[in-house]
T-cell receptor
Framework: KQEVTQIPAALSVPEGENLVLNCSFT??????LQWFRQDPGKGLTSLLL?????REQTSGRLNASLDKSSGRSTLYIAASQPGDSATYLC??????????????FGKGTHLIIQP | GAVVSQHPSWVICKSGTSVKIECRSL??????MFWYRQFPKQSLMLMAT?????????EQGVEKDKFLINHASLTLSTLTVTSAHPEDSSFYIC????????????FGPGTRLTVL
């Protein structure tokens, strides 16, 4: 059974810093990996999606990398802003069909950017 | 594009009643919809996967007779929590995939269910 772990569980940094969020998964047979943002009491916003054949994806100040063989992904946030404060979730999609087609989520990293 | 809505956004009900939650893809045809729930400070957990016109596939430990899923059209899926109990109180989120969304799942805003 796939398990996804995110480190750290919480992070508080001053505005302007660059930071890295970590995600690891136990089964490397994945179809893709996604990073999401969740604001309190809200749904999810997809940030980046990396296919299993890709190494990284970039969108604005965000860069996500994937090392499938070692079961790791990182989300790099450059020049952090208070508006980046949220919970960041990592999720992997399995290769199989049926239930394995859904996403397995980590517990998230709760990020606070201090003004 | 790729907007998913859920209704209601929150609901409070008495123990023993049934609650229906709707999930709609507003601007694309969702061939597959997923239902997740999230307990406080926990991960989102996949409950079931549904494909339009066929029966849902439930994850291990999820009671299919308690959580009824209907995916009758390419834009609508419903989750009915039957005979709800306080332990069913949770944040229920749907996602949809299909059309031009490709491999990406787009998530609804979630429904907060509180069972008294």
């Amino acid at each position: 059974k796939q398990e996804v772990t995110q480190i750290p569980a919480a992070l508080s940094v001053p505005e302007g810093e660059n930071l890295v969020l970590n995600c690891s998964f136990t089964d490397s047979a994945i179809y893709n990996l996604q990073w999401f943002r969740q604001d309190p009491g809200k749904g999810l916003t997809s940030l980046l999606l990396i296919q299993s054949s890709q190494r990284e994806q970039t969108s604005g100040r965000l860069n996500a990398s994937l090392d499938k063989s070692s079961g790791r992904s990182t989300l790099y946030i450059a020049a952090s802003q208070p508006g980046d404060s949220a919970t960041y979730l990592c999720a992997v999609r399995g290769q199989g069909g049926g239930g394995a087609d859904g996403l397995t989520f980590g517990k998230g990293t709760h990020l606070i950017i201090q003004p | 594009g790729a907007v998913v809505s859920q209704h209601p956004s929150w609901v409070i009900c008495k123990s023993g009643t049934s609650v229906k939650i709707e999930c709609r893809s507003l601007d694309f045809q969702a061939t597959t919809m997923f239902w997740y729930r999230q307990f406080p400070k926990q991960s989102l957990m996949l409950m079931a996967t549904s494909n339009e016109g066929s029966k849902a596939t439930y994850e291990q430990g999820v009671e299919k007779d308690k959580f009824l899923i209907n995916h009758a059209s390419l834009t609508l899926s419903t989750l009915t929590v039957t005979s709800a109990h306080p332990e069913d109180s949770s944040f229920y989120i749907c996602s949809a995939r299909g059309g031009t969304s490709g491999n990406r799942q787009f998530f609804g805003p979630g429904t907060r269910l509180t069972v008294l």
